[in-house]
């Protein structure tokens, strides 16, 4: 690479805005194996820093844990536990389980979504093959899905 290029990548970078900062409320089904968990936990690692930022939640579980994980109604319930529990915007709960084998999120923030506008659910993908379409894939879904 030459000093020039250097300049304008390092240039461009700082230029770029910074990453959203996400506060990642984690809430695993029951059932859920110890893949999944792992899996969950290495997908939310290698998030940082270049998708979004992960600040550790001061909020308490106790509401939450009775809203129970899979969709449709716990959206709901996990928007209102939110709303209750005095959630602070970018705070988002992320309810995760596993059916035939493939790993599934629902993320759920303020008003029943994260950022955007639209509820948000997503299947990453089969545990035995997760990165089977490229990591990159996997990490945009689910960037897409905390924001």
Same mark, same amino acid.
């Given at each position: 690479?030459?000093?020039?290029?250097?300049?304008?990548?390092a240039a461009s970078?700082?230029?770029?805005?910074?990453?959203? +900062?996400?506060?990642?409320?984690?809430?695993?089904?029951?059932?859920?194996?110890?893949?999944?968990?792992?899996?969950?936990?290495?997908?939310?690692?290698?998030l940082q820093p270049?998708?979004?930022?992960?600040?550790?939640?001061?909020?308490?579980?106790?509401?939450?844990?009775?809203?129970? /994980?899979?969709?449709?109604? /716990? +959206?709901?319930?996990?928007? +209102?536990?939110?709303?209750?529990?005095?959630?602070?915007?970018?705070?988002?709960?992320?309810?995760?389980?596993?059916?035939?084998?493939?790993?599934?999120?629902?993320?759920?923030?303020?008003?029943?979504?994260?950022?955007?506008?639209?509820?948000?659910?997503?299947?990453?993908?089969?545990?035995?093959?997760?990165?089977?379409?490229?990591?990159?894939?996997?990490?945009?879904?689910?960037?897409?899905?905390?924001?």
């Amino acid at each position: 690479m030459t000093p020039i290029s250097a300049a304008l990548l390092a240039a461009s970078l700082q230029l770029a805005p910074p990453p959203p +900062q996400v506060t990642v409320i984690q809430l695993p089904a029951e059932d859920v194996s110890v893949e999944g968990r792992m899996a969950t936990q290495a997908i939310l690692e290698k998030l940082q820093p270049a998708y979004v930022l992960v600040r550790p939640s001061r909020f308490s579980t106790e509401e939450i844990g009775r809203c129970g /994980t899979h969709e449709p109604a /716990t +959206q709901d319930c996990l928007a +209102q536990a939110l709303n209750r529990g005095g959630a602070e915007t970018g705070e988002v709960i992320l309810a995760f389980w596993e059916a035939d084998g493939v790993l599934h999120w629902l993320c759920v923030g303020k008003s029943v979504r994260p950022f955007s506008g639209s509820r948000q659910s997503v299947a990453l993908g089969p545990l035995a093959d997760l990165y089977r379409n490229g990591e990159s894939e996997v990490l945009h879904q689910a960037a897409a899905c905390l924001t």
